[in-house]
């Protein structure tokens, strides 16, 4: 057993640290959720929220998991049998999937190898042979938390459009939203799912659907059962700041914060620092031999790095040795690569001191595991660390300096 002083790093790719901020904003009596000091906060968070999606439509946010917010992007837009497109990049996706169709969806899963985003020419062609139109909705992970795959959505956006088929584009942001670009009224998506645990820096409990005019048109004569998912009472309370059930009052104090610090930040300069933290780690990844599982550069996510293990080493194992004696959480395979990878996240609040510490700890636990492996990983990423500044051009700027 190692030291159990000091802070526990939580480097799973979500839920990620919660910050001392959102803490203190969070740890406050709970508040009367029909008052008019809840609806002051309400409606507050729809607008900054609107800018953490970039929409100026409607969000809304469920007391629950990320889970939930797929469930009501799906049951709030489409009928039974309707066709959906559904790509598989990874656990999420399949697990997606899964879910579409106990819902009574009729889903073409195309199949990957869980090392490639979904590929925009493969949506073009599918759409191409969809000649009757029967496809209602393409759903895609944007951020693939099982691979760290990231997958091309405005250029998903226009093979739907060089098409001109009118599916809906339903977009998992779960792991992307507040740490790698994202646009949705831009890029044309219909229904944008999102949760609190990850780049928003929140404890787990909110999900989140921003909505396109096209898909609340859909929700009108969309047919599949829904009662507490249902938009329509969320939306006609929301206008006043209410819900229609109970809220997650103190989370949304906690989100209220969380959008503070992000806009505080500045949305451009939170995807900066994940990108340069994410190219940081796969320097790290390369410098001590192992790879990672994604294939396709313009593919890598910013939010976490997943690692191959050399053949014969169990990734477990390593996690095991690396929390036991450094306190610090990272994330597991998922699904058919349980045991053969490891999941660095490097999203949400974090700088550049946790991310040594992060890759100080893999690099002590490669070798305390005995796993074949090079030194110098750690060192391969503090150079890049000290010569790349933060913001780019903006870094001087934004320390005050002259
Ligand atoms: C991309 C993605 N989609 C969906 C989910 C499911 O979210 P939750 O576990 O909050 O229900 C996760 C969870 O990590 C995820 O990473």
């Known amino acids: 057993m190692g030291s159990i002083s000091g802070r526990y790093f939580l480097q799973l790719p979500g839920p990620t640290n919660v910050p001392d901020r959102i803490l203190r904003a969070m740890s406050q009596p709970t508040i009367d959720h029909r008052g008019r000091e809840f609806a002051r906060l309400a409606r507050g968070l729809m607008e900054g929220l609107q800018q953490v999606f970039r929409t100026s439509g409607p969000v809304v946010i469920y007391p629950s998991s990320g889970t939930g917010a797929w469930e009501a992007a799906l049951v709030n837009t489409l009928s039974p049998r309707d066709k959906v497109l559904m790509f598989e990049t990874g656990h999420f996706a399949t697990l997606w999937r899964k879910m579409a169709a106990r819902l009574g969806l009729e889903v073409d899963f195309v199949p990957g190898d869980w090392r490639h985003g979904v590929d925009p020419a493969v949506v073009e062609a599918k759409l191409r042979e969809d000649r009757s139109r029967a496809i209602r909705a393409v759903a895609i992970v944007h951020n693939e938390t099982s691979t760290g795959v990231t997958t091309r959505v405005a250029e ?149 790095t997943a690692v191959m293990m050399p053949e014969g080493y169990d990734a477990d194992e390593l996690r095991k040795v690396i929390l036991e004696r450094f306190d610090m959480s990272l994330g597991t395979g998922l699904g058919k690569l349980k045991g053969k990878i490891f999941r660095i996240g490097h999203l949400g609040d974090f700088n550049d001191l946790m991310l040594a510490g992060t890759l100080s700890g893999i690099e002590m636990g490669l070798g305390l595991a005995g796993v074949p492996f090079r030194k110098g990983g750690v060192a391969a990423a503090l150079d890049y660390l000290v010569t790349e500044e933060p913001y780019g051009d903006r870094s001087a700027e934004m320390r005050g300096v002259q």
């Not at 009224?185 to 929140?202: F, H, I, N, R, Y």
Request: proline share 4%; aromatic share 8%.
């Open 156 to 304: 998903v956006r226009k093979s739907m459009d060089a098409v001109g088929h009118p599916a809906l584009l339903m977009v998992d942001t779960i792991s992307s939203l507040a740490s790698i670009e994202y646009r949705h009224a831009e890029w044309g998506v219909d229904v944008t799912v999102g949760c609190s645990q990850k780049g928003l820096m929140l404890p787990p409990g909110l999900g989140l659907n921003a909505i396109s005019e096209k898909a609340l048109s859909a929700s009108k004569s969309a047919r599949l059962a829904k009662s507490y998912w249902d938009w329509e009472a969320m939306l006609k309370d929301s206008q006043a700041g209410f819900f229609p059930y109970t809220p997650a009052t103190n989370l949304l104090f906690g989100l209220r914060e969380a959008i503070a610090m992000l806009l505080e930040e500045g949305l451009e300069n939170v995807f900066a620092r994940h990108s340069r933290h994410a190219e940081a780690t796969r320097r790290a990844v390369n410098a001590w031999g192992l790879e990672v599982v994604c294939l396709n550069p313009e593919e890598y996510s910013s939010s976490l």
